[in-house]
């Protein structure tokens, strides 16, 4: 989801079951590796500092993550959709013992990950294949109410697929948190942020308390980008946040309270019945 290039002819690829092609490739801008798809960047992974986290969207993730417990405490956690496990490697680094659970639809893609960008050893980081909302039901049941945290950032091309975005979806998804376990989700829309709006909606449908995190620009609806909605049943850690957001590199914001009800005013949450996948994302969506 960032702007086309050309990639090295001997860079490692794998075929993925659309016919994209995925590439892992040294970064052009920092140290580190990045997972490539038909020309577009989907994750950077740094192997000799895994907190660093370059797009700015997982960054404000971490941000979150950060927040979570006391400082440094493990974790369990539930990524739907692997990329190259640039969180699932955030939370091991800063979270030592997390018990984490990766949902990934593309065996080759975890493959070329595995093989080029390989998992710290001895990290307790369990992948499994398969669809995101399928897979959701076979995990171990000594899960449900008791994740800490659970992350969607799931893509098919450059789409989320229609069925993870729905009350129905995110009502499965919170079965497993804790009592205070935190949703995070990564949703990409442009100006008027229909699906943006209607996915905040969707998610308050099922977990009161929301926030979103998204830089400002993005958040007016004035351009394409990325906004992280955070969710749970219970108060969210948001004391910090609203500082760490401004500090930049681009000045980013978190939405909270009446602004909430704002954002969402006149919004229908998703169902099943009736969900579509989001926008297709610009092509500037990463530029950095």
């Known amino acids: 989801m960032a702007r086309m290039r050309v990639e090295p002819d001997d860079a490692p690829t794998a075929r993925l ?3 994209a092609i995925a590439r892992v490739t040294a970064s052009t801008y920092v140290s580190g590796s990045e997972l490539v798809v038909d020309g577009t960047p989907q994750s950077h992974v740094d192997l000799d500092d895994p907190t660093h986290l370059h797009f700015e969207y997982v960054a404000r993730m971490g941000a ?21 496990l640039t969180l ?38 369990r992948v ?16 449900h109410g008791a994740v800490d945290l659970l992350v969607s950032d799931v893509y098919s091309g ?14 499965e998804a919170a079965a497993l948190l804790a009592p205070d376990g935190v949703l995070l989700v990564n949703v990409s829309d442009g100006p008027g942020l229909a699906f943006a709006r209607r996915q905040v909606a969707t998610v308050r449908e099922v977990l009161p308390e929301v926030i979103v995190l998204a830089e400002v620009q993005v958040l007016k609806g004035r351009r394409f980008g990325n ?24 000045p980013a914001k978190v939405a909270q309270g ?19 996948p989001s926008p297709k994302p610009s092509a500037s969506i990463f530029d950095r």
């Open 158 to 171: 450059a789409q989320t697929p229609a069925h993870l975005t729905t009350v129905e979806f995110y009502r």
């Open 88 to 125: 699932p490697r955030y939370v091991e680094a800063t979270r030592p013992g997390s018990r984490q659970q990766v949902i990934e639809l593309e065996p080759a893609l975890w493959d070329l990950v595995r093989e080029n960008i390989p998992l710290p050893r001895g990290a307790a980081i």
């Open 64 to 84: 979150v993550i950060d927040r979570l417990r006391m400082p440094g405490q493990p974790l369990t956690a539930v990524h739907l959709g692997a990329g190259a």
């Open 227 to 250: 906004l992280v909605i955070a969710a749970s049943s219970a108060p969210l850690p948001v004391e910090w946040l609203p500082r760490l957001m401004a500090a930049g590199p681009h």
């Open 17 to 19: 079951s659309d016919g």
């Open 128 to 143: 499994r294949i398969g669809d995101a909302r399928a897979g959701l039901g076979r995990l171990p049941s000594g899960l």
């Open 258 to 276: 009446a602004e909430i009800d704002e954002f969402i005013r006149g919004a229908r949450p998703a169902t099943d019945a009736d969900a579509t």
